[in-house]
């Protein structure tokens, strides 16, 4: 599919790829997250020609790589969408403000940053200890709707990858007491617009590997302090020494999300246990299917 990838070099590359490492290594890493990304978009139906998303830019390595990927595919003319690259500031103290509107005008991507003190919200409401990530996870969902209605866009898209939803399986299993991930794609709860995740078959260290060796202007979410107690880090720890001890164990893990048996799981809303019973033999009492003693 990228075989005819474009050379750096070329006039016609976007400035989002200008001065990239010109190693085989770093082309086969470009080539596997476009690839990536183009079969996640493909396998669960994100495309509807001539729609507008909302891609949402926080300034992390996820989010560049996934603004990088799409713009990718959009200018070979695999996406057939409008782009709009979004940001929400959302007040936290530090929070360098000029990094990512400066970087998007520079690049040429035509973006909106949404200025929504949440962070004062989520301090007031969340008490001293208690980790803040879902209220502000929640505000910062509404207000991307919000946006996303105003710009007429029909989806929203965000940069969560294939460990951010291996790490949410562990989290429902092990404290939700429920089998739930990411979904690819979600519909919101008003019915009106659609959530996508492109990078749902890119693992973490590609978009690692890729920000860091594009130079990518990276703004670190430690912005609301330190919580390093957060579940979600005990269970990327638990799933490092996994991998460490199994390489390919995240891969495979992720591959049985994909591959859910729902009769051979306990859920009778998913399969109808009460009903399944062996075939009905005929009824050999029924002197209609006597044999003809004459």
Request: net charge negative; glycine share 6%; aromatic share 8%.
């Amino acid at each position: 599919m990228l075989d005819d990838a474009q050379d750096d070099s070329h006039d016609d590359i976007h400035p989002l790829f200008a001065g990239a490492p010109k190693t085989t290594e770093f082309r086969k890493l470009r080539k596997r997250i476009i690839r990536d990304t183009r079969e996640a978009i493909e396998k669960y139906g994100m495309v509807e020609r001539g729609a507008r998303w909302l891609v949402c830019l926080s300034g992390g390595k996820d989010s560049y790589t996934l603004l990088a990927a799409l713009t990718e595919l959009q200018w070979r003319g695999l996406l057939p969408v409008e782009i709009l690259a979004c940001n929400l500031d959302q007040g936290q103290p530090g929070f360098p403000a000029t990094v990512l509107p400066e970087f998007l005008e520079r690049m040429g991507v035509p973006h909106r940053i949404e200025y929504q003190d949440t962070y004062s919200i989520v301090m007031d409401k969340v008490p001293q200890g208690r980790t803040m990530c879902a209220l502000c996870s929640r505000l910062r969902r509404a207000n991307l709707y919000r946006v996303a209605r105003e710009e007429g866009c029909s989806a929203v898209v965000l940069g969560h990858h294939r460990d951010d939803m291996l790490e949410t399986f562990f989290l429902n299993l092990f404290h939700g007491g429920k089998i739930a991930t990411m979904p690819p794609k979600l519909l919101n709860d008003e019915g009106d617009l659609l959530l996508y995740r492109p990078l749902a078959h890119v693992a973490e260290a590609d978009c690692e590997k890729f920000a860091s060796a594009m130079n990518y202007p990276i703004i670190p979410c430690d912005l609301c302090g330190s919580q390093d107690g957060l579940q979600r880090q005990q269970i990327k720890r638990m799933l490092d020494e996994w991998e460490s001890r199994s390489p390919g164990r995240r891969q495979k893990m992720f591959t049985a999300l994909s591959q859910v048996r729902p009769s051979h799981m306990l859920d009778p809303a998913l399969f109808d246990f009460a009903g399944l019973a062996p075939p009905v033999a005929p009824d050999e009492g029924n002197s209609n299917d006597l044999p003809d003693a004459r």
